[in-house]
T-cell receptor, first 116, second 117 residues
């Protein structure tokens, strides 16, 4: 089946610094990728839709200057958390849809971000 | 806007028994997909089953089946012969099949399923 990877799986950074999270589709191309945030025992909250070659579309309430998304190729999207603060600590998950189709999204294993 | 509601925060079942997880959704669209995803302690999201709204027949995948009631906007998941490995958080999700929200998933709140040996 289709595989999506994320790197790193766990990152600790100091308050005020920036951290980049990578999302890769390993065996398929994805025009569209999605970034979610999840707090413990809660649902996934969609942060933004990442479109290859164009600007990301952010959900209401998500600061686009704080969460920078770049979808530079059909297999890679990155999420950069800028000037991180402890409240940004969370579990970040990406997903991708093969080609330009609908239906099943393939999820990455997630990245745990801890800001100290 | 579409909403998905899972009214059971937690459910439990004995091993080998059957359990049903509930999900309702609200949409004005007629063309959409519905999914059940499983998130075990590893937190890797795993697709359990999908249903296309235009199909009247309920989807089944081995021990997993759904009861899709389009008019009632209900989409429940039945797990038969429950196994210890079924213990996880289960999410119901809706995907509109068109428009500018192409591909976006709307998730329910989740149901934590515990399986007792």
């Amino acid at each position: 089946g289709a595989v999506v990877s994320q790197h790193p799986s766990w990152v600790i950074c100091k308050s005020g610094t920036s951290v980049k999270i990578e999302c890769r589709s390993l065996d398929f191309q994805a025009t569209t990728m999605f970034w979610y945030r999840q707090f413990p025992k809660q649902s996934l909250m969609l942060m933004a839709t990442s479109n290859e070659g164009s600007k990301a579309t952010y959900e209401q309430g998500v600061e686009k200057d704080k969460f920078l998304i770049n979808h530079a190729s059909l297999t890679l999207s990155t999420l950069t958390v800028t000037s991180a603060h402890p409240e940004d600590s969370s579990f970040y998950i990406c997903s991708a849809i093969p080609g330009q189709g609908l239906g099943e999204q393939y999820f990455g294993p997630g990245t745990r971000l801890t800001v100290t | 806007a579409q909403t998905v509601t899972q009214s059971q925060p937690e459910m439990s079942v004995q091993e080998a028994e059957t359990v049903t997880l509930s999900c309702t959704y609200d949409t004005s669209e007629s063309d959409y997909y519905l999914f059940w995803y499983k998130q075990p302690p590893s937190r890797q999201m795993i697709l359990v089953i999908r249903q296309e709204a235009y199909k009247q027949q309920n989807a089944t995948e081995n021990r997993f089946s759904v009861n899709f009631q389009k008019a009632a906007k209900s989409f429940s998941l039945k797990i038969s012969d429950s196994q210890l490995g079924d213990a996880a958080m289960y999410f119901c999700a809706y995907q509109y099949a068109g428009g500018t929200s192409y591909g976006k998933l709307t998730f329910g709140q989740g149901t934590i399923l515990t399986v007792h040996p």
